[in-house]
C-alpha cells in the first residue's frame, strides 16, 4: 500500500485532495450540488455536547473503567424507520447492556448502528440479475434494492438525512419517556432457550439482576432517572464523503468562547464565521463514525476526512492491515495520543485471529496510543449455506470474542468492547445459539437484503456468554 501520507493543513473539504475509494458517480452533479447546499443548510443531527459526552465515555473505556456496546443493522433501510422496528432495536441494546453491566460491573457504552448506517460498500461497482449487468446496490441512500432503481440518486441524501432526523427523534422521545426503565417486567423472557440447563444458567443470572435492582430501590441507593433513563449514541461508517461534510460545522474552540457567550447560550456553529484554527469540527450527523476495511487507505480521502473532525472515530482492523500500517494510521487519526479517540474494530474471522491479532497488539503497545479494542466477530465469520443464504455461525461469533479476551489477557491488554450486526426481530439469518437454528431454518424469516444479523434471541445469549466469562475471571481473580 502507498503510504504517500504527507498532509497539508486540515479543513472539510481537504478529503477531495487525495483518492478515494467506494466513491459514488452521480450523471447529475449539478442536482448533487443542490442538494448537498440543502443538507448544510440543515440542523445538525446530534449536538456538540453529546459527542464530547462521548469523548469522555470513550476515554473512560480505553482507561479500562467502562465496556462498549456498539450494534445494528449491517445497513439500514428507509423502511426500518417505523416505531416498532426502532423500539426492537432499542430494546435488545438496552437488554444486552444490562448483562453486560452485571457481568463486568462497569458501566457500558451504549451506541446503535442506527440513524445513519445506509451506505453499503462494495467489492464491485457492479453486479448480475437475472442474467443482466447492473449497478450494485449501494444503500438506500445511494440507489435502491429494486435492480431497475439503481441509478444514484441525490435526492437520497436528504431522504437519508430525514430519515436519520427521525429516527434520532423517536430515539430521544423513548428514551426520556421511560423506555429504558430496568423494571419493565416484559423485559426478560427467556422462553426461547430450548437448552434446559443453559436457561437455568440465564435465568440466575435475570434473578440475580432483579434482586440487585430490588435491594438497590430498597436502600435508595438509586433515583429515579438513574434506573430509567441511558445515554444512547449514534453510529455509521462515514462513506459518503460528501454527505459527511455537508453535516460538518465549526464550533468556536472552549478558550473562544468562554469570554463571549452567555450562561444559556447553546453551543451551536458560530454565526459568524471565524478563523479556523480557532474552530473545532464536528461531524454533526452521527456521534461516532468509522473508517471501513475498504476505505482505510492511509493516503486515501477517508483516513484525510477522519484526521480533523473531533468526533471519536472507528476504524476496521482486519488480516489484511500489517502492524506497522496500523500504528501509521494511529498516528495520523490520533496525534495528540487521546486515550479513546480512536476505537480500533477489529475483524478477523474465528480461524485468523490467534493469526493476527497478536502482531497488532504488541504493535500497539509499544506505541503511546490508548486506543479502545473493540472486536466485531461478525463480518470475518460469513459463509454461504447449502440453500444459497449468507449466513454466520453463532458459535463462530464467540469463539473469536472469546479468544480475543483471552489474547488481550495474555499480552497485558483488555478487550474493552464488542462490535455487532444485529436485529431486535426474530429473524433467522444465523445458526445456533440457544434457539439451535440449523441451516433449515434459514427459509423460514430470512430478511436482510445485506449481511446477516444475530435475532434478538441470539443476541442475548451473546450478553449472556460475554458476562459469563467476566464474571469467571472477575471469580478466579478472587481466588488467585
Known amino acids: 500500500m502507498s503510504d504517500n501520507t504527507e498532509q497539508v493543513a486540515w479543513t472539510p473539504d481537504s478529503w477531495k485532495t487525495k483518492p478515494i475509494k467506494q466513491d459514488v458517480v452521480y450523471d447529475n452533479p449539478e442536482e448533487l450540488s443542490t442538494v448537498l447546499a440543502r443538507i448544510t443548510n440543515m440542523p445538525p443531527l446530534v ?86 449487468q447492473i449497478m450494485s446496490y449501494r444503500g438506500d441512500n445511494v440507489n435502491s434494492i429494486d435492480p431497475a432503481a439503481r441509478r444514484p440518486d441525490p435526492q437520497r441524501l436528504m431522504s437519508a438525512y430525514l430519515h436519520s432526523a427521525a429516527t434520532i427523534n423517536y430515539v430521544r422521545m423513548l428514551l426520556a419517556g421511560g423506555f429504558a426503565d ?6 426478560w423472557d427467556l422462553g426461547h432457550v430450548r437448552n434446559p440447563s443453559i436457561r437455568r444458567e440465564y435465568q440466575t443470572i435475570v434473578n440475580r439482576l432483579t434482586d440487585s435492582l430490588g435491594f438497590m430501590d430498597v436502600i435508595g441507593a438509586t433515583g429515579q432517572s438513574a434506573i430509567s433513563t441511558v445515554n444512547l449514541y449514534t453510529s455509521h461508517e462515514a462513506l459518503l464523503l460528501d454527505y459527511e461534510q455537508a453535516l460538518t460545522r465549526p464550533v468556536a474552540k472552549a478558550s473562544q468562547t468562554q469570554a463571549r457567550r452567555g450562561p444559556y447560550e447553546p453551543a451551536t456553529p458560530p454565526r459568524n464565521r471565524l ?8 461531524n454533526m450527523s452521527a456521534h461516532f463514525i468509522w473508517i471501513g476495511d475498504r476505505t482505510r487507505q492511509l493516503d486515501g480521502a477517508h483516513v484525510e476526512y477522519f484526521r480533523g473532525v473531533r468526533n471519536p472515530v472507528g476504524v476496521k482492523v482486519g488480516p489484511t492491515m500489517d502492524a506497522a500500517e496500523l500504528v501509521r494510521a494511529l498516528d495520523i487519526l490520533d496525534p495528540l495520543l487521546e486515550p479513546g479517540r480512536v476505537t480500533l474494530i477489529t475483524r478477523y474471522g474465528a480461524d485468523k485471529i490467534a493469526k493476527y491479532l497478536p502482531a497488532h497488539i504488541e504493535a500497539v503497545l509499544a506505541t503511546k496510543h490508548q486506543p479502545v479494542w473493540c472486536c466485531d466477530p461478525c463480518h470475518g465469520n460469513t459463509t454461504t449455506a447449502p440453500s444459497g443464504h449468507k449466513t454466520r455461525s453463532f458459535d463462530a461469533i464467540i469463539s473469536e470474542i472469546t479468544d480475543s479476551i483471552s489474547i488481550h489477557q495474555q499480552l497485558g491488554s483488555r478487550l474493552a468492547g464488542v462490535h455487532l450486526e444485529l436485529t431486535g426481530e426474530h429473524v433467522t439469518e444465523c445458526t445456533g445459539g440457544s434457539m439451535e437454528l440449523s441451516h433449515l431454518d434459514l427459509p423460514s424469516n430470512y430478511q436482510t437484503f445485506c449481511d446477516p444479523r444475530l435475532n434478538y434471541e441470539q443476541s442475548l445469549d451473546i450478553a449472556f456468554k460475554i458476562a459469563k466469562v467476566f464474571e469467571t475471571q472477575r471469580e478466579e481473580s478472587h481466588i488467585d
Open 47 to 132: 449536538s456538540t455536547a453529546e459527542i464530547e459526552r462521548l469523548r469522555a465515555q470513550l476515554k473512560d473505556v480505553a482507561e479500562g473503567r467502562a465496556f462498549l456496546l456498539q450494534g445494528g443493522d449491517c445497513a439500514e433501510s428507509f423502511d426500518y424507520c417505523n416505531p416498532t422496528a426502532i423500539e426492537d432495536k432499542l430494546k435488545v441494546l438496552l437488554q444486552m447492556s444490562l448483562v453486560l453491566l452485571w457481568g463486568l460491573r462497569q458501566p457500558i457504552v451504549r451506541i446503535a448502528r442506527m440513524a445513519g448506517q445506509y451506505a453499503k460498500p462494495r467489492s464491485s461497482p457492479f453486479e448480475t440479475v437475472d442474467g443482466k
Open 182 to 187: 430496568l423494571h419493565r417486567p416484559e423485559a
Open 275 to 282: 478563523a479556523p484554527e480557532l474552530c473545532d469540527f464536528y
